[in-house]
């Protein structure tokens, strides 16, 4: 198996550096929505108009909207008022996050329950990242994307194993495939993407838990970093190890490790609620 692992690594690395390996793509509604919102007179009624192409998002879009994620009291009935409530940015970020929760439904079952624990996880981590960025004066909703796309290079691994059963039937060599493999694949994702250079550091960055990012400001990189360890935490992924003493940015972040989680008791209730609006 051993051999096996490392001719697929080879592979996939190889068709990355030739520009040969088939990434993801984002669907148009996801970039006209992007597009349309860089326009600083963009209407509430445009927006709709784009988001109305797609009748499964739009009814995403309200029912997040609704959640105890949003908030907001009175109840949205429409895509006009979802946006409302959400504002630009918000919108245009949970419209990649729900397009995001589409990529990762397997069209095997060899690799349908991996792709979903990668999910979830990155769930978990974006959710924890939404609730840390008020602590950074960071954007909420760009940090729980930041959670989201951390792991995204994820998807080409699981994507390219379903060719070879011998890895769809052991879990542990496709795991360290995609430990392997995910950051330079994730990378290449999200500047193919177009995605702001916050991101792009974030897939590349994000288990580099001694990373000095040149500043004593946190970043969307140090949410990640922190959101990360946290998810693993009493598990058997190799960051669990990490003594946080050890990691930058929960100082950073204006936290000390041996009292993060006790402060961040008062978030959980926070983190349930983007946790299960993401997994809805």
Known sequence: MRDLENQVYEQLMQELADGELVLPTLPEVALRVRDAIEDDDVTTGQLAKILSTDAALCARIIQIANSAMIGGGKRVETVEQAIMRMGNRALRNMVTSVIMQ??????????????????????????????????????????????????????????????YPELTRNVAVLNRLVSRLHVPIGTAILKAWNFPPELVTVAAEHETVDRNNGSNMADYTDLVIVANLQSHQGTEHPLA??????????????????????????ESEKIAAVKSALCT
């Open 102 to 163: 589409q990529m990762f439904q397997a069209t095997t079952d060899a690799t349908d329950q991996m792709l979903r624990e990668v999910w979830s996880h990155s769930s978990m981590v974006a959710a924890i990242c939404s609730s840390l960025a008020s602590f950074a004066n960071l954007k909420p909703d760009q940090a729980m994307l930041a959670g989201l796309v951390h792991d995204i290079g994820a998807l080409p691994v699981l994507k390219k194993a379903e060719d």
């Open 241 to 266: 190890c990490t003594d946080w003493t050890q990691v930058p940015a929960f100082t950073r972040l204006g936290f000390a490790p041996e009292t993060y989680e006790i402060e961040m008791e008062n």
